[in-house]
Every structure is written in C-alpha cells, then in structure tokens.
C-alpha cells in the first residue's frame, strides 16, 4: 500500500489523518503500508511497485501533479493496480478533467459542498460486496458530502440521506479502470470521522479487496 498525502484543505488535518489510516490498515497484517508527504511522487517510475495506491491529499491552492504523473498513475491502475480515494481526494486533480474516469465521481465547487458536520447514518445498498463484508448499517460523525459529479459508471456500496435536501448520496463506491480496481469514498473528515470500527473496517476491506485479496473482516 501507499499513502499518498502532504497537502488538503486547511480543514482537513492530514498530518493527523494520514497516520491513523495507516495505522488502522496495518491491523490486516497482509497490508504492507508506507506513506510519502509528496504527491509528485506519482511521477515516479517506482509507483509500479505497490499493489495499491491511497489517495489522501487535495491540492488545495497548489498545482496538481502534472501530465507525467497522470499517465503514470493512469497506465498503472490499469494494468491491474488498485486505487483507494479517501475524503477530499475526490478533489485532487481540479486541473484533469480525465480524472473522473478513474475517479468515478469528482468534487465540484460549484455544487453544494456537504450538510453539516455531525452524525449520520450510512445505510449499505450492496452487502455482497466483498468489500463490505462484516459490515452492516452503522452511524458516524463526518462531513456527509453532497459535492459529487459524474456519469462514469459506477456500483455504488453505501449512501447516506442528506438531512438538507432529503436526497440520496454515494459515501462509497466501486469501479473498474483498465484492468485496475477502484474504491472511492468520501467518507474521512477528521480523526473523529476514523474512530467508527465500521469505518475503519471499510477502508481496510477496501485496500484488501483493491489488491485482489479477500477482505479479512
């Protein structure tokens, strides 16, 4: 696994976040975890190495890695890689329109960003999943995003009603790029919003699953 991180929105607390992701996938002794500050390290040659690829980053009034990194990252996934978005990294790559294909779903400023921080409900609308397994209905404190776009297809694992507008929201999905697996969700806010065992027990199956195993939990 690599955590890809260093850089959000100033709400978004990453030297806090980041190391509790990676300590709740360590828990799956099969996930071998390190964590760079840098996303120019998508430029590298080296990205080829890992079996998955966390996004945990947003670049937040700095520039996006560029071209070089978006084809690596491209022609990596889809040679059979996996890729796990987490939170904000739905807004990564303002600059890249091609990023909601493999995205799915992308931040748009110009959308509704979320309702209020607090506690919602997650309700799961695919428990075959594997990468819900041992997951049911459970409650969390987040940011219950509302700022999603996009008509790539996706199967969406979990959604949320929004308390605002009374809509459905995908707070975790799946797709295929090339022959790469992707998992997605916005779900991540704080620390708090990682202290749900359910929480924690979906990033991990996700990163389990997104490497071709079977998830543990």
């Not at 309702?115 to 919602?120: A, E, L, N, Q």
């Not at 999943?129 to 996706?154: A, N, R, S, W």
Request: include cysteine.
């Amino acid at each position: 696994m690599l955590i890809v991180t260093g850089i959000d929105h100033p709400a978004h607390n990453w030297r806090q976040t980041a190391p509790v992701l990676a300590e709740m996938l360590h828990k799956d002794t099969r996930l071998k975890v390190r964590m760079v500050e840098d996303p120019h390290f998508l430029d590298s040659s080296a990205l080829h190495r890992y079996d998955v690829v966390v996004l945990h980053f947003m670049d937040w009034e700095v520039p996006a890695p560029g071209p070089a990194a978006r084809a690596n990252l491209n022609r990596v996934i889809a040679s059979g890689k996996g890729l796990v978005l987490v939170h904000f990294a739905c807004g990564a790559f303002q600059e890249w329109p091609e990023f909601v294909e493999l995205a799915g779903r992308v931040w748009d400023p110009k959308l509704r960003g979320h309702d209020p921080h607090g506690k919602f409900t997650v309700k799961i609308t695919d428990a075959q999943h594997p990468v819900m397994k041992g997951i049911g209905e459970f409650e969390t404190v987040d940011e219950l995003y509302t700022c999603l776009t996009g008509q790539t297809p996706i199967k969406v694992l979990a959604e949320v009603r929004s308390r605002v507008d009374g809509k459905d929201y995908p707070m975790a999905f799946v797709l295929d790029y090339g022959k790469g697996r992707v998992f997605h969700s916005v779900l991540g806010h704080d620390v708090q919003a990682f202290a749900s065992p359910d929480v924690k027990r979906l990033f991990r199956n996700a990163c389990a699953w997104s490497a071709g195993l079977e998830p543990l939990d």
